[in-house]
């Protein structure tokens, strides 16, 4: 069973559009079945009260939008070798879906959002904090071609929301949430030398830290 000293806890933020996903991506592939990824967008807080219109104009990208509680106490858990049941959510009809995940403990756990940084309590369960750094232009091309391709939005909606909240917000909250990084990784998530990096530090601690004859796996 695994122990709080086996778990390596790897945050990585940046604003929307910036390449997380693509970072995620790449270090699934490396550390394959010893990795757990949880996703702070799980969180958003339920809006079932509100009707659809409604909950299409709630700022998302404030702090206050997610259930943080919720998530530190399910990462807590998780650093002590606990599975949990991770909320899911619904972007097309903008509410938590009524299914949960059932995420196992693995030596690696991943937490990617763009709000993370901005959360103390979620910092000071991290091992290592990383920060993917992008053009905001670049972002807002992502994030529209995302949000059309897998999210059922419309252009409009899309460019709304960019201009009401995403941009003011990233300003003001995942900005200055830049300075609490570990490392910061410019041009987004494909950037491979700060991914061998990034690599090299987990492999370090997973090494120190586990039995010799699982080392070889990592």
């Known amino acids: 069973m ?6 390596f806890v790897v945050g990585v933020a940046g604003g929307s559009g910036s390449g997380k996903t693509t970072l995620t991506e790449n270090l699934v592939q490396r550390f394959s079945d010893h990795i757990c990824v949880v996703h702070h967008d799980n969180y958003y807080k339920p809006h079932d009260d509100l009707p659809f219109e409604a909950r299409t104009k709630l700022n998302y990208d404030c702090p206050d939008a997610f259930e943080t509680p919720l998530l530190a106490q399910q990462l807590r858990q998780l650093r002590q070798g606990q599975p949990v049941d991770c909320p899911t959510y619904d972007y097309a009809h903008h509410t938590r879906a009524k299914a949960t995940v059932r995420l196992m403990p693995q030596p690696v756990i991943l937490l990617e959002g763009i709000l993370i940084f901005a959360e103390p309590e979620l ?4 091992d290592l904090k990383v920060f993917v750094d992008t053009d905001a232009d670049v972002r807002l091309a992502r994030r529209m071609l995302r949000d059309l391709e897998e999210r059922g939005r419309s252009v409009r909606s899309v460019i709304d929301q960019w201009q009401d909240t995403v941009k003011p917000m990233h300003e003001k909250y995942v900005e200055p949430s830049k300075g609490n990084a570990d490392i910061i990784i410019p041009h987004g998530g494909r950037n491979s030398v700060a991914l061998d990096l990034i690599v090299g530090r987990i492999q370090r601690h997973l090494c120190a830290n586990a039995l010799s004859q699982k080392c070889k796996h990592f």
């Open 2 to 7: 695994l122990t709080a000293k086996d778990i």
């Open 123 to 126: 910092c000071d369960l991290m």
